[in-house]
């Protein structure tokens, strides 16, 4: 079992990050302030990152109907991990299990050109699963996602640069994130009617991957029975403290749905002529990812996603309007700062409460009269009495670097 001090769900309540209730259903977390935060910082980190790369993002419809998951392939291959269609007006819909053929029917929206590929096409976009009542656990196994998705429509030739764009991005994340990958999977189909059935299309797909995978340096293992039922991956696996196994961001090549929603372009020649769908998520689930930052870093986040980033700490009553100006120019800053005041306990108590926070700023009578604020670290240090302005100005250059060091 997961070490119950660093298990997700116990700090999860701890810190009041999330919670569940019977009311709202099981697998339906909610999100509390804090919480929010972190996962709104690390969406907008994840977003930042994809425009850098040459993303568009998108937005697109929780449901569809049923016809468009018949035609790329949900419907037989993966039905039983849906929720059960819906009767609306005549129709059939179902909630999304995942967001991959919204994308391919907005990519033919228009006829496209080859200089436009390769066209990646970016969402952090909810999705819905139908998961069992006794695998359901905390933020790592839930039935509404919010996935971190993106599809590159993109030539043959394109594929492989493509694939290893998107592994960088995912390696980069982790570093920024201070996660660790536990290991590299390559998964490839096992047997019985799980998958798509067209072993030429599994085969060059497959063979794009090990390429890519050889290209990077990386070891990694293959592993039957894995592969999304309409092609092949990479799976970026990472653990937990007790060493147990989840899949957060994936690789994918896929020729099937191009091919079932006919999706063209025009090339050079003034043909037409199919795309490929290179499947990417950095960080996959954010629940997921949450949940593993959570237990990564025991609650004590990197500056820039912790849920609070400074506390301000008036000795006495007398100090309480100096520390909430300090906490007013932090919010200037875009910086999440919020006053403990005496009437929250002792000055050591208030110190201790706030142990995870990354900087917390003791105001005493002269600090409050000369406007400094003496900062201390999360690991111990005490850089000393510094002028509010110069403080605020180094705490947020440490979040707007996405820094692991506290002090620079």
């Not at 998961?131 to 429509?153: C, K, M, P, Y």
Request: charged fraction near 25%; aromatic fraction near 8%; glycine fraction near 10%.
């Amino acid at each position: 079992m997961t070490d119950h001090l660093t298990d997700h769900r116990r700090l999860g309540r701890e810190l009041e990050l999330f919670g569940t209730d019977p009311l709202i259903g099981a697998g339906l977390p909610y999100w509390l302030p804090d919480g929010a935060a972190v996962r709104h910082s690390l969406e907008e980190y994840v977003r930042d990152v994809e425009r850098k790369a040459g993303y568009r993002h998108v937005y697109s419809p929780v449901l569809g109907k049923r016809e468009m998951y018949e035609i790329s392939g949900h419907w037989a291959h993966y039905r039983d991990d849906m929720f059960p269609p819906m009767d609306l007006g005549g129709e059939q819909v179902v909630l999304r299990p995942s967001l991959c053929p919204h994308h391919a029917v907005m990519f033919r929206s228009r006829a496209r050109g080859y200089r436009e590929l390769p066209y990646r096409m970016a969402e952090l976009g909810p999705m819905y699963r139908a998961e069992l009542s006794g695998v359901l656990g905390g933020l790592t196994r839930v039935r509404a996602i919010q996935l971190n998705d993106a599809h590159v429509f993109c030539t043959l030739d394109q594929v492989g640069e493509e694939a290893a764009a998107a592994l960088g991005l995912i390696r980069r994340a982790y570093a920024d994130l201070g996660i660790e990958a536990a290991r590299f999977r390559l998964s490839l189909p096992g047997g019985g009617g799980k998958y798509v059935a067209d072993p030429g299309m599994w085969r060059r797909a497959e063979a794009m991957l090990t390429e890519v995978l050889d290209a990077s340096g990386l070891e990694y293992e293959p592993a039957e029975g894995e592969a999304a039922f309409y092609g092949p991956k990479i799976d970026v696996q990472v653990a937990d403290p007790a060493g147990r196994e989840s899949t957060l961001s994936t690789v994918q090549v896929d020729f099937h749905q191009p091919e079932r929603f006919d999706l063209s372009y025009i090339g050079p020649d003034g043909a037409r002529h199919r795309p490929v769908m290179v499947h990417r998520a950095i960080i996959g689930s954010v629940e997921r990812a949450v949940a593993h930052l959570i237990e990564a870093h025991a609650g004590a986040f990197p500056a820039w996603l912790a849920p609070l980033q400074l506390v301000a700490l008036p000795v006495t009553d007398q100090e309480v309007p100096a520390a909430l100006e300090l906490v007013r120019r932090c919010a200037e800053r875009g910086l999440r700062a919020d006053l403990a005041d005496p009437s929250r306990g002792t000055l050591g108590a208030r110190i201790r409460e706030a142990r995870l926070v990354p900087y917390q700023a003791v105001i005493g009578p002269r600090e409050a009269v000369d406007s400094l604020a003496a900062p201390r670290l999360r690991d111990g240090r005490r850089p000393g009495a510094l002028p509010v302005p110069e403080l605020v100005d180094r705490v947020a250059a440490v979040a707007a670097s996405r820094s692991h060091e506290l002090w620079a």
